[in-house]
């Protein structure tokens, strides 16, 4: 017990205090994640849609979820992260307590795209955020430790969700309101009128020449290239929070609390063990052989699925996800953050989120597709095939970067 503890010392060792704020704030605003993962059922068991509807609606969320990205990126780059940061947290208040008054199929649509352009300015925002709070030698350990706030808040989140959605789905985005409200509060308190703490940070309020050498994030090949193997990787990851949900429910036979326990336990597993693994696996092995394995063992979580044994092998394929995720996303963030030069970091940030925001346009349509079509069977194996052939992608294109 002494020496888990010394190791999970040395693995916040160094963060600083700034990165610990950040994190704080991510926690609060992900508490009231509880809209995603149960939209999918909302539309299926409360306003009736079919299952191509649901997909064309969540499809929306993605679509609103890429052009947010890139404008947060665009708007970071020119009016700096906390100006964007604070505006999207703010401005999303209003849109979920409004969103339960919209029940037709077009105004959903409409509304979702709206909700997910607004919030996700936030995601290159927060992420060119952390790059300037954190030590540079730190900062996988920081992204790893947003991460873990955002799932500590995504393990409550939908927990909290299943109880709500007992009553009423509408709470649900009540819910949601809420914690932005909070959010937004506590960023607006801690760090209005706090400088950015390390020496790059500094450079970069403080630059105001052209720096010479800066590539464009967006002809900039390796990193284009990149970025589809990202996509690729969220196409199939990200059924967690579509088709994965309504296959526990239909499927399986699932109740909406006992989903959203099953859920949060992702959540739990990433807040206790990947502080842990990203030190563990940062110094031993390369970026690139991380995020091989640990594509690889998500798409072998998903094959899981498919072997019809009861309600623990669906935690036990939830761990080894999670695993997966654990090894591989906090990685696309650094590896992003390294590619910037100064002046590019928030276009830089903000491809990446874009390249998975775009996954979510397709991905839930597609998603629902297949299972309606060809069985959740059939979805599971393509799943994990794309998660296979983005493995060996991530193999060729992080050797050539």
Not at 54 to 81: A, E, I, P, Q, Y
Not at 280 to 304: C, W
Not at 343 to 357: D, E
Request: net charge positive; glycine share 8%.
């Amino acid at each position: 017990m002494k020496k888990l503890i010394t190791i999970y010392g040395d693995s916040y060792r160094g963060l600083s205090t700034e990165a610990w704020l950040l994190a704080v704030v991510m926690l609060i605003n992900r508490t009231g994640s509880m809209v995603i993962p149960f939209l999918g059922m909302y539309m299926s068991s409360a306003l009736h849609f079919t299952k191509p509807q649901v997909g064309m609606v969540l499809g929306c969320f993605g679509l609103g979820s890429v052009c947010g990205s890139w404008l947060g990126g665009w708007l970071t780059d020119r009016l700096g992260n906390y100006r964007v940061q604070a505006y999207s947290l703010i401005l999303t208040v209003p849109i979920f307590l409004l969103l339960p008054n919209f029940k037709t199929f077009e105004s959903l649509a409409g509304m979702i795209f709206l909700l997910t352009l607004i919030a996700d300015t936030f995601r290159p925002a927060n992420s060119v955020s952390v790059a300037r709070y954190a030590k540079p030698e730190n900062l996988t350990k920081a992204y790893s430790l947003n991460r873990m706030a955002v799932n500590l808040g995504f393990s409550i989140g939908p927990a909290l969700a299943g109880f709500l959605a007992t009553f009423s789905y509408d709470w649900i985005f009540y819910g949601n309101a809420i914690a932005a409200l909070a959010a937004a509060i506590v960023f607006i308190i801690v760090f209005r009128n706090r400088a950015p703490r390390n020496k790059i940070g500094r450079l970069l309020k403080g630059a105001r020449n052209k720096a010479e050498g800066d590539r464009n994030a967006y002809l900039d090949t390796p990193f284009i290239i990149f970025n589809v193997f990202c996509f690729l990787f969220s196409m199939a990851f990200f059924q967690l929070l579509s088709t994965l949900p309504l296959f526990y429910k239909e499927a399986r036979m699932m109740s909406e609390g006992e989903i959203g326990i099953l859920l949060g336990f992702s959540g739990f597993c990433i807040v206790v063990f990947e502080m842990l693994l990203v030190h563990a696996v940062e110094h031993r092995f390369t970026p690139r052989q991380v995020m091989i394995y640990g594509t690889g063992i998500a798409g072998v979580a998903y094959l899981m699925l498919n072997v019809p044994y009861g309600l623990p092998w669906l935690y036990i394929s939830m761990f080894i996800l999670s695993i997966g995720e654990m090894l591989t996303l906090p990685f696309t963030a650094t590896i992003s953050a390294s590619r910037a030069s100064l002046k590019t970091q928030g276009a830089y940030m903000g491809f990446n989120s874009l390249a998975f925001a775009a996954a979510n346009i397709f991905s839930p349509y597609i998603g629902t597709y297949v299972a309606a079509h060809y069985g959740y069977e059939i979805l599971w194996f393509g799943t994990a095939a794309v998660l296979l052939f983005a493995s060996a992608g991530f193999a060729w294109i992080l050797k050539k970067m």
